[in-house]
């Protein structure tokens, strides 16, 4: 199964650059590395003749009373009635995040593999101003200025999806039907906060790689967070990889300070076109090394596949110094493929993807990825002053850090969660660098933590395989375990409501 999705993937993490005191680009949450839909029979398989695609008329402007909020926009959502028992069985709802939901109907099984266990109807929410839910006629009209743009946040979002399953309760009679709501990254962000924020419609969530700690400088396990993972997650894999990494970037620096130093490194790593500056190579390795952490899914291991071309070309090298430059290209072919025409700085537009989350990232979600002093990457740590500046010129609005944690909490989080909030589960996989912001431990009898040590990224709500290691199949077990009890103890007060 792995292997399929891998064909879909694209590069699609934004890397942090050496400078990222003045960038504004932050890692993207995503279940998938991406998919590309250019397969129509990839969308033939499976359960995707089963899919229903609706429209729902939604409100432009949940908080607000003014003439203008009433606008409403078409929300695209997508059901599975295939295994559904029907009125009164449960509702498994992925709650969508910063893409198109084509993708996630087919980079996430969960769903779909979870679903005739509990003979449960399946629903895909798509998150406003992604895919074909876009207000105000036109992703360009939406994204032209602050006063369109301003409807785009988090707590919008989870107000759709409120809104748009009790629609579905309703259209489809099924009022006393327990909701489940699923996510991933920063989708898994939200099933948590709709949980919160929404106890009355969802009764549970599965937070997938939920890093919802990662804001507003709360501790991060590691501390060092992001770039400790990946930094860990190749050591592990291989000492000497790691430290070629670690050495290689003053050689980019060196080479490209010599005369002709950049065509040199143009040459040497096959570039689309010619660098203009070592930091464009940088960021490109960055990128390219925590999206392979990131993603460091069975059975491929994508780290090991580029420790191993770094290890076999530094077993064939002369051990010369700027023989680390071969090494670090071996790396890069082996994770990329030998058949691509160039390696780095392709020609690209920016994805919608790419244009919704550095907006969300500025507004709300500012997460404060930095790179200390212990990874194998040049220090570069997060200046909150200088990245609020710039999304003030690239927007025009200030950031607001401390909103996530206001709005939805944070700060303390056993201490106040244990006191009135249950039944949600935060899985995380520790090879991931996004778990270092995510909930590890648990909070209460309901609210757990599913972790894996060998895990990565929103693994366990891929389509599962065959090939999926053991302590994968057990994660899901185990989420499903917790799942079935939800259920049991919601459908139990059920009949004592009834009865009574």
Known sequence: MFQWLLILCMTVVLAVSQVAATRIDIPRLSPTRGAILEQPEILNTGSSKELQTFYYNQTLDHFNYRSESYTEFQQRYVMNFQYWGGPNAPILAYLGAEQSIDYDLVGVGFLNDTAPRFKALQVFIEHRYYGKSIPFGSREEAMK??????????????????????????????????????????????????????????????ASSAPILYFDNITLTPPGGYYSVVTKDFKEASETCY???????????????????LANLSRRFKTCKPLA???????????????????????????????????????SSSGNKDDILNKIFAGVVAYEGNDEPCYVNPPSNLSETEIGWRWQTCSEMVIPIGIGNDTMFPPSPFDLSSFESECKREYGVPSRPHWITSY????????????????????????????????????????????????????????ASKTDPQWLVEQRATEVKIIKQWLANYFADLRALIKH
Not at 164 to 181: D, R
Not at 288 to 293: N, P, R
């Open 145 to 206: 200025n602050a006063s369109t743009r301003g409807y785009f946040s988090s707590a919008q979002a989870i107000a759709d999806y409120a809104q748009i399953l009790l629609h579905i309760k309703k259209e489809w009679h099924a009022e006393h039907s327990p909701v489940i709501v699923i996510g991933g990254s920063y989708g898994g962000m939200l099933a948590s906060w709709f949980r919160l924020k929404y106890p009355h419609i969802a009764i549970g969530a599965l």
């Open 243 to 261: 430290q070629t990494i670690r050495n290689s970037w003053s050689v980019v620096d060196d080479v490209a300070s010599q005369p002709h130093g």
């Open 277 to 315: 500056n070592a930091s464009e190579l940088k960021n490109y390795l960055n990128g390219l090394y925590s999206e392979a952490a990131q993603y460091n899914h069975p059975p491929e291991y994508p780290v090991t596949v580029i420790c191993g071309g770094i290890d076999e070309a530094a077993n």
């Open 408 to 463: 939805y909490g944070g700060h303390d989080i056993k201490f106040v969660l244990q006191r009135f909030a249950s039944n949600i589960i935060f899985s995380n996989g520790l090879r991931d660098p996004y778990s270092s912001g995510g909930v590890l431990e648990n909070i209460s009898k309901s609210i757990v933590a599913v972790k894996t040590k060998n895990g990565s990224h929103c693994l366990d709500i891929v389509p």
